[in-house]
């Protein structure tokens, strides 16, 4: 079974934040996600060029990225669990993704069409990925 790393450049300044990201770890902890904080003092390109050299499947989280439901969501990230190889959820600097990062061919995932701080989108990707989840396990956390 693959493992499913979200990474996130910088941890979060807003305490708040920084809580609701560890509530939802802490529910994860037995389920194969792993949350990485890589420092924001490494630049972007940096940052693009170290989750690029992960082994396993790079999937970089961008506003530009495909959406889906949460059921949709939940139907990849079996998949994710099924596979041997781990999986790598990047969300992006501040700054966004640096120009290599937007010219390669990743897959490509989005939270929302709209724009959000990265803090805020980290917190809502690992919300997501505990409402898939719960979703597979037949819960009734997702109201649909």
């Known amino acids: 079974m693959g493992r499913i790393s979200v990474h996130v450049h910088g941890a979060p ?3 708040h934040a920084a809580a ?9 902890r037995n389920q194969g996600v ?9 630049r972007p390109v940096a940052y693009y060029e170290h989750v690029l050299s992960l082994s396993g499947t790079l999937v970089l ?13 939940a139907r990849r990230v079996k998949g994710w669990r099924l596979s041997t190889d781990d999986v790598h959820l990047a969300i ?15 897959l490509r995932l989005s939270l929302s069409e709209m724009t959000f701080p990265h803090e805020l989108a980290a917190v809502m ?11 597979l396990r037949g819960s009734a956390y997702h109201k649909a």
């Not at 992006?92 to 990743?106: L, N, V």
């Open 13 to 15: 300044k807003d305490r």
């Open 20 to 28: 609701l990201m560890a509530m939802y770890l802490d529910r994860l």
């Open 34 to 42: 792993a949350c990485v904080k890589h420092s924001d003092k490494m």
């Open 61 to 73: 989280m961008d506003e530009f990225g495909e959406t889906s439901s949460s059921e949709a969501f």
């Open 92 to 106: 992006g600097p501040a700054e966004g993704w640096p120009a290599q990062a937007k010219a390669a061919s990743h």
């Open 125 to 135: 990707l690992v919300e997501q990925l505990y409402r898939s989840m719960e979703i």
